[in-house]
């Protein structure tokens, strides 16, 4: 099968999510990842644990296609062994600490010192050049930042969204950064640095909720799972199960209209449109929570889909990965691990390509799995592996 980055080698020094599944997407296109972590496993590889050796839920995901090896690049023969891996790679990819990345020869100039042409991919919390910038920032930090937690949740109770999609935002940021910094050096042999950090990111998903406050000086209250510019919209109680049902515009809103038989709303300037629909919100999603009441979960989202309303029942995490559109897409991919007690549902690749399409082609590695394979491979016999190995540098 062609795959896209066929040849190219990246060093992967990420941990948890942002700068780790960034390399995975460049690895389902072929991209040669080699993960280094430290002798005793990196801190991300025993989150949310579900095998008997400890292995954590996400590293399974954001670590699919690579190979991985120990290393202690603190150590004068531990960076030796990383300067020579430098030498054959054309991507590195890290989400440490400034601090970190000088100690651990990974900022840009070292590298670059190395190999000219390479090209640093870095996952920071809040960019570097402000006075933020050596602070340390999770997800949760970039949610809390950008407006967005402001807006969710109760009147009293500000809730942060329990998926980290600041990281994973983050990571495919990166990822689109460094394919557009490998274009550029294919083009004229130069390579860069590349930065995607979660406070700019997470900005650029709430970024309306900037605009809106800025230029309309409106600040609207948090109302839980109701629409905040459109209506009717909420997770609707159907049975002994709830529903999410959206109506935006006003073809959609007719629709709607008779659907639940208040076509006499059509001229009603209380609905006159989406801004004033939010507005007003609390009768139209009285009348739809009514319409509900009468229907099984079934009959409802039959009726929705009949009438183009955008609809679907919550799934439960179990739920989502057996849904039968899920199954039929293929979108995830059952993969073995050792110590898991039956095979893990792993995403695909997050977009598709006629041509060229990514593909998961391995497990994600155990602990210093192929650490003797890639030091061979760099020149090392089979004494001077032990050596290392003795001395606890790899």
Known sequence: MNQVLKGIRILDFGRYIAAPWCSAILADMGAD?????????????????????????????????????????????????????????????????????????????SLKAIKPDIILASATAFGRGGPYSNRVGFDGVGQVMSGAVYRSGLPDQPIRNAVPYVDHATAL?????????????????????????LLPVSLTISNALVIEETMAQRSRERIGNKGMAIGP??????????????????????RWCRLVGEEDWFTDPRFANDDLRAEHGDVLNIRMQQWCDDRSAEEAMAALDAARIPASPMLSPLEAGVDPHVQVMGYFKMMDYPGLPAPAPIIETPFRMSATPGTIRSRAPTLGEHTEELLADLGYDSAAIADLRAREII
């Open 33 to 109: 990842v080699i993960r280094i972590e430290k002798r005793g496993g990196g801190e991300d590889r025993w989150v949310q644990s579900v095998g008997s050796d400890g292995v954590g839920a996400g590293y399974l995901q954001f670590n699919r296609n690579k190979r991985a090896m120990t290393l202690d690049t603190t150590t004068a023969d531990g960076r030796e062994v990383a300067q020579r891996l430098i030498e054959t790679a054309d991507i590195v990819v890290a989400n440490m600490p400034d601090a970190a990345m000088r100690d651990n020869g990974l900022d840009y100039e």
């Open 233 to 254: 919209s909420d997770l609707f109680r159907v049975g002994d199960s709830w529903l999410l049902i959206q109506v935006t515009g006003p073809g959609m809103f007719k």
């Open 173 to 197: 940021t990166l990822a689109i950064g460094t394919m557009m910094a490998l274009f550029h050096r294919n083009a004229c042999g130069e390579g860069q640095e590349v930065e995607a950090a």
